[in-house]
């Protein structure tokens, strides 16, 4: 065991404190840790510059470029009136009974967030799904938890997130596939049982102050509109089950396509002879709310060369092998406990110093690939509902009135079921 390999784990753990306490911000936190771990492996400060810093840069060039799509197709369905009349069509199935309600309008979100992201786009949602589930007599956290779990079951789905996983983790579009829907069916069901257990079966009155909503004054889209937050996820999943080449493979559609043909859909089926400035304005300000994001995977794409490098892998590798699990029983059992690492920006959250680990926990040659991304995005269940320092947790906990720890509280336990039903799944069929 080096004395530079020790040296490694403890400027992980020196940044998790940093990035915990909110002291040092991911943006800055990622990249210096991948300076300063490259140096401590001993390389060269040209290769520094050029490889770590330079290649970095544009490490998850395919996930960036999701991303920027993702974005776009977002703008277009807020700018469209299709995300106000998938909401308004969701609130009319539900009539005034509660579980209904709550039934349909998280089907909506989870539909929506298929394609939205950001904060934006949730205070957008929130601000008109809030109020209705809540007025019909659902309690204000659990509507907040039930906000926040459509958001995680519709992102498990949200192809920008394949693109990051795709080039993070350098796994193959298929074995992605194949976990978010399990992963996706599992917090599916998990929800319901959320709902049942939670959600009133009559309407009872509320006293939540609740902002008006007039859906008569929203413009109205066709129905088949609505359909444009779910045709990238169409053809990245149905699309290649459906055509195939004259040697009966399958015919794929890569992740940008599928997000441009989305953008095209919505714009057409909605308002056809605005295409020029919605799709102008749509580009324009979908990367405007995308830009953190891009800045962050520039920082773990750093962080990825770092520790993914033969010399800094040689120095951990010998470390992590004896901490890493062999069992799968004892896979599962241990990241189910250390699951709740993954808030705070903590050492199991993929979009902060998670990248890292997962990075050297691949390296090691324990755990395959896919055991070690599954349980990456399992745990990232955790982060995606319960974490405090979401902003958007922050934003619908304001909304609510209702402390974000609070919301951690109600949260916590189903999403560490779901946690421990992702890592079974994994553990026995894809290991």
Known sequence: MSFQG?????????????????????????????????????????????????????????AISAGIF???LAQVINKTGISDNIVRTAAELGGDKPIAVALVITLAVAIMFTSLGGLGSVIMVGTIVLPIMISVGIKPIVAASLLLMGLNLGGLFNIA???????????????????????????AIITLIFIF?????????????????????????????LLTPIV??????????????????????DIVSAMLIGILYGILTTKPKEIKNILTSSIVEGIKDVAPAIG?????????????????????SPIISKILPSSKIVYILLFTILSPLA?????????GLGSGVAAIMISAGILPPAAIMGAMIATGNVQGVCDPTNTYNVWIGYFTNTDTSTILKKTLPYMLIVVLLDLVYVAFFKW
Do not use: C, H
């Open 161 to 187: 997130n394949f693109a990051f996983y795709q080039s993070a983790l350098n796994l193959d579009m298929a074995t992605i596939k194949s976990f978010s829907l399990a992963f996706g069916i599992i917090a």
């Open 296 to 316: 962050l995977m520039i920082g773990i794409g750093m962080l990825l060369l770092a520790v993914m490098d033969k010399s800094t892998a040689a120095l951990v």
């Open 343 to 351: 808030l705070y920006r903590g050492p199991l959250n993929l979009y």
């Open 6 to 62: 020790i040296l490694i784990i403890l400027v992980f753990g020196i940044f998790a404190y940093l990035m915990v306490t909110q002291k040092m911000p991911a943006l800055l936190a990622l990249p210096s840790m991948a300076i300063i771990i490259s140096i401590i492996a001993g390389m060269p400060i040209n290769y520094i510059f050029s490889n770590i810093i330079g290649g970095g840069a544009v490490r998850l060039q395919g």
């Open 232 to 253: 990238p996820v169409v053809l990245l999943f149905i699309w290649p089950l459906i055509f195939k080449d004259a040697k009966g493979n399958p015919i794929q559609i």
């Open 197 to 225: 257990t939670n959600v009133p079966a009559r309407k009872t009155v509320t006293a939540w102050a609740m902002p008006t909503q007039d859906f008569e004054k929203k413009v109205k889209v066709p129905w088949y509109a």
């Open 70 to 72: 993702g974005a776009i």
